[in-house]
């Protein structure tokens, strides 16, 4: 049974924060109010949050709030820039060596999972073998791996099944091999107070929809009319929930309604996603019970 964090001041002022939870929970407020009880910096875990251009519909903490306490990785990176685990890891390490305690705040579980358990250092495989592999069917992907990934992979989910299959031909070298080569972690669960926030399925689906309009009212259309001349589908920013529907709408193919339902129910569904991870892979953190925070 996991246990309960509710006195913010009983957390030691010189030990790492993280703080885990799904989309519209309040991460970002409880990790200011830690900031504000024992100090820090607040340093960003969430994949979507690090681009430019989309400070609305990403939720990126305001001007007012990153003056009440220092913030980092928010927004530093070029809206068409690629960006993974690996880059995010690589961003936060001199962070942990600073002089500031850092609270480590997000919903990307595998950013956390890279922070706490190691990365595995596989490269990107090239284009043309990517799009060798996109000609190739499924089982004949499976035939050609090595026995050490095959028997570690479902063999049925063609996208894992794929990327092993790219790395060995790339580098000669089994993904088994790849991930048995992962670096110690950069920060122990052990070496930080991890927090994880659980809300229950109805409020959290209220303040969803809630949030949404509270975009819309901060000016999220003109963020996305500001996008538009540079829209591509295939940047990893587009991904931002709201961001592909406001972009429908400003193109004319679905009314205003229409895109703030959709965005709704997508933000919904990542929600459902991310307590299925937390559930999964973070069993051992402490649970904040998010209600009290009004």
Do not use: C
């Not at 979507?48 to 990403?58: E, K, S």
């Not at 007012?64 to 928010?74: F, I, V």
């Not at 190739?136 to 894992?160: K, M, Q, W």
């Not at 209220?206 to 259309?221: K, Q, V």
């Amino acid at each position: 049974m996991r246990t309960t964090i509710t006195d913010l001041t009983a957390i030691p002022p010189d030990r790492p924060v993280l703080i885990a939870g799904p989309t519209a929970s309040g991460k970002s407020a409880l990790a200011l109010r830690i900031a504000a009880t024992g100090g820090g910096v607040v340093v960003n875990a969430d994949a979507l949050q690090v681009f430019d251009g989309w400070r609305i519909l990403t939720a990126r903490p305001s001007p007012e709030e990153e003056a009440t306490a220092p913030h980092r990785l928010y927004g530093h990176v070029p809206f068409d820039a690629p960006y993974s685990a690996g880059h995010w890891l690589r961003d936060v390490a001199p962070i942990l060596n600073g002089p500031d305690r850092p609270i480590i705040v997000g919903g990307t579980g595998l950013n956390f999972k890279a922070l706490t358990e190691g990365l595995a250092d596989i490269p990107a495989t090239r284009a043309a073998i990517r799009s060798m592999a996109d000609t190739l069917p499924l089982d004949r992907l499976v035939a050609e791996l090595d026995p050490r990934s095959a028997s570690r992979i479902d063999l049925r989910n063609r996208a894992r099944v794929q990327r092993a299959w790219e790395v060995l031909r790339q580098t000669g070298q089994g993904i088994a091999d790849w991930q048995d080569a992962t670096p110690p972690p950069l920060l122990p669960v052990s070496q930080a107070v991890p927090i994880v926030m659980e809300a229950p399925k109805d409020w959290l689906n209220d303040r969803i929809e809630r949030r949404f309009d509270m975009m819309l009212a901060n000016g999220a259309l003109d963020e996305a009319k500001a996008m538009l001349p540079h829209w591509n589908a295939s940047y990893l920013s587009s991904k931002a929930i709201g961001a592909p529907e406001l972009i429908a709408h400003l193109s004319g193919q679905m009314t205003l309604d229409q895109a703030r339902e959709a965005a709704i129910i997508s933000s919904r569904q990542y929600a459902k996603r991310q307590r299925t991870w937390f559930r999964a892979r973070m069993a051992g953190w402490q649970v904040f019970p998010i209600l009290s925070t009004g």
